[in-house]
Nanobody, 123 residues
Framework: VQLQAFGGGLVQAGGSLRLSCAGAGRTTSDVFMGWFRQAPGKEREFVARIRWREGIKYYADSVKGRFTISRDGVKNTVDLQMNSLKPEDTAVYYC?????????????????WGQGTLVTVSS
């Protein structure tokens, strides 16, 4: 099942956006749900992940304290609340699932990538 991320847009620096990913946690291979981002000309990078069953969260240092990942087991969604946005947060944001049990920050360990949603932060 492909995931679908939405909620991106244009926001001024210091503002907030909330992204949502539909189709999360529907299969046994969705042990972790993760958010990644890819800025123009850069590699896709890890942002945050949540262990679906226990809700254990982990963040990249660059977003720690500003972003919050959460999940809804009824709606099968995983959200990313982004506060205090900076121009360097500008990127296409993707959600994906991982079957690994140790929790990974690597793109290769995630599957079911859907289309991303563009976040643009103006200075």
């Amino acid at each position: 099942v492909q995931l679908q991320a939405f909620g991106g847009g244009l926001v001024q620096a210091g503002g907030s956006l909330r992204l949502s990913c539909a189709g999360a946690g529907r299969t046994t291979s969705d042990v972790f749900m993760g958010w990644f981002r890819q800025a123009p000309g850069k590699e896709r990078e890890f942002v945050a992940r949540i262990r679906w069953r226990e809700g254990i969260k982990y963040y990249a240092d660059s977003v720690k304290g500003r972003f919050t990942i959460s999940r809804d087991g009824v709606k099968n969604t995983v959200d990313l609340q982004m506060n205090s946005l900076k121009p360097e947060d500008t990127a296409v944001y993707y959600c994906a699932a991982s079957a690994s049990t140790w929790g990974s920050t690597k793109v290769v360990d995630y599957h079911s990538w859907g289309q991303g949603t563009l976040v643009t932060v103006s200075s």
